[in-house]
């Protein structure tokens, strides 16, 4: 099957921190060490893409977070270690810094800016240094953060400022993986919680889900991943997807078709209303074999369809060279008999939305609702006919006449065209990739 594009790269992220002209190429920017934990190589090296244009360097360090080191500090104190924690738990990313000056509940930082963002909001702890990397060219402490003690308030170009007066709230992200070979099977379990941050919280859980599955993925061999994902919304019902893929180059691949994660990014992002995201979580189904097929025609055993349940052949290649024909079950709606449609059939994820624009976060959430499952067939029918999207609902099979008033001049938002569609859903027997369309009849009544 085809590589995935990874989205983990190409989220948006806060804009790097400016960096000052090169005198002598004396000068740099002082940049502040990440402490990352529990990740594999091939994890810990997409994270330092990720944070490549940024002030974060990320670096090697012991245990995760959460431990118990007896004697740890419990308190910030002036030239003391402050970590700025991004992700705990069964895997730990934290910045460690060296406290500046502490008074009452505020305490400055760094001495430098982290991602220069203002005001900003991250636990912060107490941190064990286990040891100091000596450097002429790049030195920096290797530590494991322990007590949440306080909130990271402002990230700013002289310091950042933390209050041990505050909490900030974090996202858990539940990841539960089986993956197996025939009867053999193994399960395991991974509990995180990252920052809670517009631009941040998909890409750092999405870097937790790529290196839970790398722990069981770790070969760039053939596998077929059945994914479930939740993620739960504050004064909203949870937003459920299922993806089914087949990856022949590891789990970044599987990772890219998380739609649990994608979504995050315009939740997150939405010009409508603040989200809040109260947990994500995730079921992994690894097994390690090629059971897909790649679409290449659609045909029709008769010639034309019929009102009501008809059967098509789809004619798919497999891994190996073979070809195999499945028959895929398409409803006709009795309004469209004596007609000409186009009938296209895909895998469920990758069929188009049938969902009005988005106009406000129900709508939004609406259409999120609306995207098909991935391990299912998807037979669309696509009439003449055409009908409207207004203020965020569809109006189907709408008049000549009133179709005509939207296409002159028209350019509000409030009314769109709109292309209706009948759609049959069935249960694929393994991973479909690719698409195809033809023109048919449908006999009249």
């Known amino acids: 099957g085809p590589a995935r594009k990874s989205w983990l790269l190409s989220a948006p992220l806060p804009a790097p921190v400016p960096r000052p002209a090169a005198v002598d190429d004396q000068t740099m920017t002082a940049s502040m060490p990440l402490s990352i934990a529990g990740f594999s190589a091939p994890s810990f090296n997409q994270l330092e893409k990720l ?9 090697r360090a012991g245990g995760t977070s959460g431990g118990k080191i007896e004697g740890g500090p419990s308190q910030f104190t002036p030239g003391g270690p402050l970590a700025v924690e991004l992700i705990r738990g069964d895997m730990a990313a934290a910045g460690i810094c060296t406290v500046s000056f502490i008074e009452g509940n505020k305490v400055l930082s760094c001495g430098h800016p982290i991602f220069q963002t203002g005001e900003t909001y991250a636990p912060v702890s107490t941190a064990h240094i286990h040891t100091v990397i000596p450097s002429a060219q790049s030195a920096f402490l290797m530590g494991s953060s322990i007590k949440e003690i306080g909130s990271l308030v402002q990230d700013r170009q002289a310091a950042i400022v933390a209050d041990t007066g505050l909490r900030s709230p974090t ?5 539960s993986i089986t993956s197996g ?15 809670n941050n517009k631009f941040l919280t998909p890409t750092l859980a999405g870097a937790a889900v790529m290196n839970a599955i790398n722990y069981y993925l770790p070969d ?3 596998v077929t991943a059945r994914i479930e994902s939740s993620v739960r919304i504050k004064g909203h019902d949870p937003i459920s997807f299922v993806d089914y893929v087949y990856a022949n180059d590891g789990a970044a691949s599987v990772m890219g078709a998380v739609r649990g994660l994608r979504v995050m990014v315009p939740l997150l992002l939405n010009p409508y209303a603040p989200v809040t995201i109260e947990r994500v979580d995730l079921k992994v189904d690894l097994r390690f074999e090629a059971n897909y097929g790649e679409i290449r025609e659609v045909k029709i055993p008769t010639a034309e369809l019929v009102v009501g349940r008809n059967l ?10 073979k070809d195999i024909i499945e028959d895929v079950p398409v409803d006709v709606p009795a309004n469209l008999a004596g007609g000409i449609v186009q009938l296209e059939v895909s895998a469920g994820d990758a069929a188009k939305l049938d969902a009005p624009p ?24 696509y009439p003449a006919d055409e009908g409207v999207a207004l203020d965020g609902k569809l109006v189907r099979d709408l008049p000549q006449s009133a179709l005509d008033k939207l296409r002159p001049q028209s350019h ?21 990739n690719g698409t195809s369309s033809t023109l048919v009849r449908v006999r009249a009544r």
């Open 358 to 381: 988005p106009v406000d976060l129900p709508s939004l959430l609406h259409a999120f609702r609306a995207l098909l499952p991935g391990n299912v067939w998807s037979v669309t029918l």
């Open 51 to 59: 944070f490549g244009d940024s002030n974060i360097v990320p670096v």
């Open 312 to 321: 098509i052949k789809v004619l798919m290649s497999t891994w190996d060279g």
């Open 220 to 222: 760039r061999d053939d």
């Open 412 to 432: 509000t938002q409030r009314a769109q065209i709109y292309k209706p569609i009948a759609r049959t859903t069935s249960p694929a027997q393994r991973v479909v």
């Open 181 to 195: 070979a025939g009867k053999h099977s193994e399960k395991g379990a991974f509990h995180v919680e990252v920052l």
């Open 171 to 175: 996202i858990p992200v539940d990841i």
